[in-house]
């Protein structure tokens, strides 16, 4: 896995999870509209989106619409979700499925576009940290490639604090910083919440953003988040 240099300096962060279904674009979207309602011109982008549904005559992804109503921009499905794919797995085997391949380059590129009409990007990826895109590239070089810290969305279930632990240690054993990290509740029954957090919060050793709760309404989660520890990087 060849590193590469970076074409221009992106101002921003990148979204990854501790998992799969824990809530990156949820967590995207709130803090779209937080850092956005400090004045910034803030750009949702999910970098790759697997899973699509015919809706009203064209093909969407969940993923991609939510992050495309967060963003007051006024960008396009392609410039937020600049590579979908039809089928819902694994990239790299939906982009077999199609016959298409996924262009490390071009992607980069249309990353990096959509970066540039904003003051800062809010990259998401895919799956967890480490997900395979070609033989010789996954979300850990995407990472690299685009040189922004990090921010983790820790999923709450059982076994969070392992998953989390983890993927912190592969974020900065690639040379990457973790600038924060959110919680949000996944299984609402969880047990012992509050000391999961602290266990988090002691071994993660970054500023947590916050901790969102099971939400009714998606709109109040920018009001669970304190984006303030994001500024230095921003």
Do not use: Y
């Not at 992106?10 to 956005?36: C, H, P, S, Y």
């Not at 995407?142 to 076994?159: E, H, N, S, T, Y």
């Amino acid at each position: 896995m060849t590193l590469r240099p970076l074409a221009q300096a992106m101002q921003g962060f990148f979204i990854t999870g501790t998992d799969t279904e824990i809530g990156k674009t949820f967590v995207t979207a709130a803090l779209t509209r937080a850092l956005a309602a400090t004045g910034r011109r803030v750009a949702p982008v999910k970098s790759l989106a697997a899973g699509q549904e015919f809706v009203d005559g064209r093909w969407v992804n969940e993923d991609v619409a939510t992050l495309l109503a967060a963003q007051n921009l006024g960008l396009t499905d392609a410039e937020v979700g600049p590579l979908q794919f039809r089928e819902p797995c694994a990239p790299h085997i939906a982009a077999r499925l199609e016959g298409r391949g996924i262009a490390r380059d071009a992607l980069l590129a249309a990353i990096r576009a959509t970066a540039a009409r904003a003051d800062l990007a809010l990259v998401e990826g895919v799956g967890g940290f480490r997900v395979p895109l070609t033989d010789t590239w996954d979300t850990t070089d995407l990472a690299v490639d685009l040189g922004l810290p990090v921010i983790l969305v820790v999923g709450l279930r059982l076994g969070c604090i392992n998953h989390a632990l983890l993927t912190a240690e592969a974020v900065r054993a690639r040379g990457l910083r973790l600038a924060a990290w959110v919680a949000n509740t996944v299984d609402a029954h969880q047990p012992h919440v509050t000391d999961n957090l602290h266990a988090l919060q002691a071994g993660l050793k970054a500023p947590c953003l916050g901790h969102i709760p099971r939400l009714s309404d998606p709109l109040a989660a920018p009001a669970c988040l304190d984006i303030s520890p994001l500024v230095a990087f921003a």
